[in-house]
């Protein structure tokens, strides 16, 4: 079945530095999302990505989704200390397939 | 209001007991998700109901595990004869899929302890 991995599963930054994550599926993609949990909360929806090479941002953000639609990356630049939890991405087979999340990576900012 | 929701948001119980969980999801969705998540993990994908079709349940871990979904709304996650292994949170998640937009509302969870 497919399968959707992450790297890294933990990353230390230090307060400003830039992050990113990394997301590999084992089958082509329809979309990707991407989920930001914060610790003690539950996954929150932050981005679909539906065309090949699409990029798009939100503020501090940017989320990019492969050309052959089997890879994603969410990069933070200047990170906060709010920035910090686990980031999953998850892919969609499209139509009514079910959606499979990834492996997660979780963020740790030090102030 | 319009989320989804989750109960009871904790459950303890004892080893050998079974438990019912609950998921209201948002109205018209018509994907229903369950994961596991112990501490510090991943979402550990249990079952997936979409519409009228037969349930993939190809996460669930044994046959302890079982879920319904009533009238494509409700859903109950059954744990019987619980192991100490299943203590962890259930999420819930609902999506409105079919057009592209795979995107899952989670609900809060249920955090079950089973001593």
């Known amino acids: 079945g497919q399968q959707v991995m992450q790297i890294p599963q933990y990353q230390h930054v230090q307060e400003g530095e830039d992050f990113t994550t990394y997301c590999n599926s084992s089958t082509t993609l329809s979309n990707i999302q991407w989920y930001k949990q914060r610790p003690g909360g539950h996954p929150v929806f932050l981005i679909q990505?539906?065309?090949?090479?699409e990029v798009k941002k939100q503020k501090r953000l940017t989320f990019q989704f492969g050309e052959a639609k089997k890879n994603s990356s969410l990069h933070i630049t200047a990170t906060q200390t709010t920035d910090v939890g686990t980031y999953f991405c998850a892919g969609g087979a499209g139509g009514y397939q079910k959606v499979t999340f990834g492996t997660g990576t979780k963020l740790q900012v030090i102030p | 209001g319009a989320g989804v929701s989750q109960s009871p948001s904790n459950k303890v119980t004892e080893k050998g007991k079974d438990v019912e969980l609950r998921c209201d999801p948002i109205?018209?969705?018509?994907?229903l998700y369950w994961y596991r998540q112990s501490l510090g993990q991943g979402l550990e994908f249990l079952i997936y109901f979409q519409g009228n079709s037969a349930p993939d349940k190809s996460g669930l871990p044994s046959d302890r595990f079982s879920a319904e979904r009533t009238g494509g709304s409700v859903s109950t996650l059954t744990i019987q004869r619980t192991q100490q292994e299943d203590s962890a949170v259930y999420l819930c998640a609902s999506s409105f899929s079919g057009d592209d937009t795979d995107t899952q509302y989670f609900g809060p969870g249920t955090r079950l302890t089973v001593l």
């Open positions: 109205s018209g969705h018509t994907a």
């Open positions: 990505l539906v065309k090949s090479g």
